[in-house]
C-alpha cells in the first residue's frame, strides 16, 4: 500500500471523571483548545443524553450553541485551516 502522510494532529488531552460525564480538554497545534463531554450514564437516546451533556456545561457557566457542535474530526480541520490559509496568501 502506498500510504502518504498528509497531516499529523499534535494535540494534548487531559481527562476528568464528573460522575454521569466524562470531560476532555485537548490542546490540538494549529486548532485551539476544544471541549468534549460524553455521558457515561444511562439516558433513554441520543437526544437526553445531549441534553444532559450541554446542560451540565452550562452548570459550568459554557454556553453551547448548535453551531459550537463539530461534527468533523482534528485532521478534516486541520486541512480545511490549510486549504483557507493556502488561498488567503499571496502569490509570489
Not at 487531559?14 to 476544544?34: I, N, P, R, S, T
Not at 448548535?66 to 468533523?72: P, T
Amino acid at each position: 500500500m502506498d500510504f502518504k502522510k498528509i497531516v499529523i494532529v499534535d494535540k494534548q488531552r487531559e481527562y476528568w471523571d464528573c460522575g454521569d460525564f466524562e470531560v476532555a480538554v485537548d490542546d490540538v497545534k494549529g486548532l485551539g483548545y476544544f471541549v468534549e463531554v460524553e455521558a457515561k450514564s444511562s439516558f433513554e437516546n441520543t437526544i437526553q443524553a445531549r441534553q444532559g451533556c450541554i446542560k451540565f456545561l452550562s452548570k459550568l457557566e459554557m454556553t453551547v450553541n448548535e453551531d459550537d457542535l463539530i461534527k468533523v474530526g482534528y485532521p478534516v480541520m486541520l486541512l480545511e485551516s490549510k486549504d483557507s490559509q493556502s488561498i488567503n496568501k499571496p502569490l509570489k
